[in-house]
């Protein structure tokens, strides 16, 4: 079953009836699994989320703001974000399955860490995992100017992100995590 959820409060913190912090992803999977908690653990195990938000960009006149390894860049595709204190839900598989997903889409990506002196948001991606135990991805197309009157996006990055959901939502399932080769980026 596919299921695309859409969240309100986002941007002061999801705790709402609502927001990603709220019963509805809970809910869904009672619902769906009738009840059944054998079967509740093999949907929560056979599921995968993709949360998507947006990124910070690197603009070009505060590179120092991210690592020099870190810095996604506009036109160059979607952002998979990490972080080490869980503000994003990604780790290493779930990274390594969006970029197989993202290869077979033929979509670039990015890879994102923020800079260990900065301080960092969040998405609703944490939140969702923790509630339903949904193995997680975040990404976000990377953009200048988030959370300004002027933010300002690459439309081709908007065309890789439709591609990379389209492709995520038909050919997630396909693609089991224990299967995916781990690359070394």
Known sequence: I??????????VGSESAHGAGGSMVTELI???????ARQKITTINNSFLLSVDGA?????????KHH????????????IKYNANVRYATNGGTGAKLRALANLANVP?????????????????????TLSGI?????????????????????IDVQY????????????GSLPLEQ???DQE
């Not at 596919?2 to 941007?11: L, P, T, W």
């Not at 020099?68 to 952002?79: C, F, K």
């Not at 990506?109 to 995992?129: A, E, R």
């Open 135 to 155: 193995k997680t991805v975040d990404i976000g197309n990377p953009m200048l100017a988030m959370h300004s009157v002027r933010e300002m996006c690459s439309t």
């Open 56 to 64: 910070h960009g690197c603009h070009p006149l505060y590179q120092e």
């Open 30 to 36: 009672e619902y769906i699994t009738n009840g059944d």
């Open 109 to 129: 990506v990015q890879q994102f860490c923020v800079k260990n002196d900065s301080p960092c948001g969040s998405t609703i991606g944490p939140i969702l995992s």
């Open 68 to 79: 020099e390894t870190h810095r996604p860049n506009l036109h160059e595709g979607p952002v």
């Open 180 to 182: 995916v080769e781990y």
């Open 161 to 172: 992100l439709v591609t990379l959901i389209r492709t995520f939502m038909t050919k997630s």
């Open 2 to 11: 596919s299921v695309i959820a859409f969240f309100d409060h986002e941007e």
